[in-house]
Structure formats: C-alpha cells, structure tokens
C-alpha cells in the first residue's frame, strides 16, 4: 500500500527566514508526486507535479525537488501570505488514486 | 480555468437522514474523486468516477454511495447521516491519470 509522510506537521517561521518541508512516500512505481496549497476553509489548491529523481520545480518563493524516496519542498524568504497547509501527494503505477499525506501547517509571522 | 462547484459550502444534518452533496465541473474532465478530509488524517478517497455512470469503490467507501448520471455531475450520498461522517468534503477532477487535480472549495458537514 502507497504511503505518504510528511514532517514536521507544524513549522512557524519568521518572515525572511526559509526552511524546507519533508515528504517522504513508499509507492510501487511512481508515476508522479504533487504538492498543493490549502488555505484554511478551501480545498487544496495545485502547486507542482513532479515525474522523476532530480526533477526540480520553482514558483515564486518555492522550490520542489525529488529524490526516489522523498521530496522537499523549500521555501526561501517566506512571507506571511506564505501560511498555509502543504500537502503531499502521489500517484503509483497501479493505482488510480492520489494518495496524500496529512500536510505541514507554516504559519510566518511579519 | 477549471472550476469545480459544490453546491453547499456548509450543512448541518440530524443523524439518520439521508443527505446529498453535489459536484459540478466545467472542463468536461473524464475522472472525478470525492474526498474527506479530517483533522491529522489527511485526505481520504471515499469513490471515485473515471466515466459517466461508472464508479470505484475508494479507502473508505463505507456509508457512503455515489452517482454520475452526467460527466459534469458527481454526487455523493450519505444513505443514513452519523456523527462519525462529520467532516470536511472534498471534490476533485483530473483531466487523466497523473495530472494534476483541481479541486472544489470542500464542503464542511456536521451531523448533530
């Protein structure tokens, strides 16, 4: 069964201080991982998928990199619109499903 | 843009009634998923719909049914509501297998 851990579950940060989130996954075969934003009361929002070991994805003050058996997502310089939930995803070649993991809360503070 | 609707952004039912949340997507996307979503649980897969009338059993399908009539229409049945289904309830749709999917703003259930 595809497993997905994330850590830590809650990072607070000051703004301008950058730091990394985890996301480590067991799947057999993986056919794409994907990192979304959630803000409090919406649904997840897309951010990244990313296909292979050594791929790398930015946007704006993040960064996903992807190893064969994690995937960090950095954020440099944070700013409080920044705080958000982080939630990990992957799909696996026989699977037709995204499994998640449970989601790093960042809160930035100004 | 994709825009995936649900037709409630809050419910609040009494336990044993029947109860129904609605889906709607405008991208003519082939495959759509209900989620819930609880508390250091992450999101959970209830059914999910790779086609009109179609329809796969997810983690937790338990209590739940679903029904696609329509490939823009997913909906998802509570049969008998209990206070253990109170949750946050997701939708999603992707385009095909491994692309990205884009989701409906949740719909946050209690049941009293």
């Known amino acids: 069964e595809d497993q997905v851990t994330q850590s830590p579950e809650a990072l607070r940060l000051q703004e301008g201080e950058s730091s990394s989130l985890n996301c480590s996954y067991t799947?057999?075969?993986?056919?794409?991982l994907f990192w979304y934003r959630q803000d409090p009361g919406k649904g997840p929002e897309f951010l990244f998928t990313?296909?292979?070991a050594g791929e790398e994805k930015e946007k704006e003050r993040l960064k996903a990199t992807l190893t064969k058996k994690e995937s960090f997502l950095h954020i440099t310089a944070p700013k409080p619109e920044d705080s958000a939930t982080y939630l990990c995803?992957?799909?696996?070649?026989?699977?037709?499903?995204?499994?998640f993991g449970a989601g790093t809360t960042v809160t930035v503070r100004a | 843009d994709v825009k995936v609707t649900q037709s409630s952004r809050y419910l609040v039912k009494r336990t044993g009634e029947k109860v129904f949340l609605e889906c709607v997507q405008d991208?003519?996307?082939?495959?759509m998923f209900w989620y819930r979503q609880d508390p250091g649980l992450g999101l959970r897969l209830i059914y999910f719909?790779?086609?009109?009338?179609?329809?796969e059993k997810g983690d937790i399908p338990e209590g739940y049914s679903v029904s696609r009539e329509k490939k823009e229409r997913f909906s998802l049945i509570l049969e008998s509501a209990s206070t253990n289904q109170t949750s946050m309830y997701l939708c999603?749709?992707?385009?095909?297998?491994?692309?990205?999917?884009?989701f409906g703003q949740g719909t946050r259930l209690t049941v009293v």
């Open positions: 991208m003519d996307h082939e495959n």
């Open positions: 719909s790779y086609d009109v009338k179609m329809k």
């Open positions: 995803a992957v799909h696996s070649s026989n699977d037709y499903k995204l499994s």
């Open positions: 990313l296909y292979s």
């Open positions: 999603a749709t992707e385009q095909d297998l491994n692309t990205e999917a884009f």
């Open positions: 799947v057999s075969g993986l056919r794409g």
